[in-house]
């Protein structure tokens, strides 16, 4: 069964209206797609604003004052995403991150934590509720979020030296503010915490020993991300890659590590812990180890796309069937179809040098941005 792609008429990434299958089937919690991979998580994206410019996200060249982006109307209201999280909960979601843009720029945010984490699986166990911001305004608003059901936050942190991490979120932006943030998350009881910081080799691998040393021996799971090739503003070059398996190697020089095993299947980073005991790392290898076989995970874009792949060029409009007038039981069901055509695998054909078709020699379909539908 194929879709017919038509372009946005508010924005620049191409999608198509899922087709509401003829037999309507009730989500039975155990959805799969054409690889056998469950639909497990999903990223929801609440706004597609940012009051930083990281280079490597939301380039100021690209992202300046004339930036067109989403007006409010076009936003899924806390309403509309509720619906839709319910609907996918009941296809087998068990975990849900909200994300932006940054998502605390969204008002009210906290009365969508709330709603969320009334949700339940089909089991009657709630929903892991996460979210990931750049801790920018964490400092304000961290308690309200606890007290409204947010389980656990990932924090982004690229550098501790203030220079370094002024130049990157390219605002000016102490990292003082940041650690203010993550401070507030620990008393609010917001954990376990975790801290990515995505490295970019001649920018900021400098500081991977310096983060490391700065959270051995707390509660927090510092996370070192390869550099990826999201969308088409961040001018990705493959020479400033720093593979994992290189940050490990350094960081071990300085603190012995030792392997441990994933936590679930699905799950995007490799972790590591001090042999002497100090706490837990993680890696994520975007780019040089795919991990495209396992990947249960399903983004939905802050006007309502839903997309399959972080690499993808195209989504699926569940904002048309919601402001259409269908059904719950009429939209999982094309939800279902959706999840069940899915086929994606982009990292594991650019390890084999077969990327063409995603748009990633800049000759297709332009993939989408990462601030458009978070990491």
């Known amino acids: ?45 609440v706004t597609d604003r940012c009051n930083f410019r990281c280079s490597y996200c939301m380039p100021k060249a690209v992202f300046d004052p004339r930036y067109d982006f989403l007006p409010h109307s076009s936003l899924l209201s806390f309403e509309e995403i509720t619906r839709l999280a319910r609907l996918f909960v009941a296809h087998g979601v068990h975990k849900i991150r909200l994300t932006g843009g940054e998502p605390l720029l969204r008002k009210g945010l906290d009365q969508l934590v709330h709603r969320l984490s009334e949700l339940r699986t089909p089991e009657g166990q709630a929903v892991d509720l996460t979210l990931t911001t750049n801790a920018s305004l964490l400092a ?14 990932t924090i982004s942190l690229d550098a501790l030296d203030d220079a370094v991490f002024r130049r990157m979120n390219d605002m000016d932006f102490p990292v003082a503010e940041v650690l203010k943030g993550i401070e507030a998350a620990e008393r609010a ?32 799971v510092l996370r070192f991300i390869e550099y990826m090739d999201v969308g088409a503003t961040n001018g990705w070059r493959m020479d400033e890659v720093l593979p994992s398996a290189e940050m490990i190697a350094r960081i071990n020089a300085a603190y012995p590590l030792e392997a441990l095993q994933a936590n679930d299947s699905g799950e995007t980073a490799q972790r590591w812990r001090y042999r002497d005991g100090a706490g837990e790392i993680g ?12 990947c249960n995970r399903a983004r939905l874009s802050t006007e309502g796309k839903l997309f399959l792949c972080l690499f993808a060029t195209h989504g699926h409009d569940l904002r048309a069937l919601l402001r259409g007038g269908a059904g719950d039981l009429e939209i999982a069901s094309a939800i279902g179809l959706v999840w069940q055509q899915r086929g994606d695998r982009y990292s594991e054909l650019r390890a084999a040098g077969n990327d ?20």
């Open 356 to 375: 063409t078709a995603t748009g990633a020699d800049g000759s297709g379909p332009r993939r989408v941005e990462m601030h458009y539908i978070g990491g």
């Open 189 to 220: 009881g917001l954990g376990p915490i975790k801290v990515n910081m995505v490295v970019k080799r001649g920018t900021n691998d400098h500081e991977i020993l310096p983060m490391a040393a700065h959270f051995r021996r707390t509660k927090v």
């Open 140 to 153: 304000k608003k961290a308690q309200a979020l606890r007290d409204a059901g947010l389980q656990r936050i």
């Open 1 to 45: 069964m194929v879709e017919k792609v038509i372009p946005l008429a508010d924005h620049r990434y191409a999608s198509a209206v899922p087709i509401i299958p003829a037999d309507l089937t009730a989500p039975i919690g155990s959805l799969r797609d054409q690889l056998a991979r469950p639909l497990r998580d999903l990223r929801i994206s």
């Open 283 to 294: 890696v994520i290898s975007s780019v040089t180890q795919a991990f495209c076989r396992d």
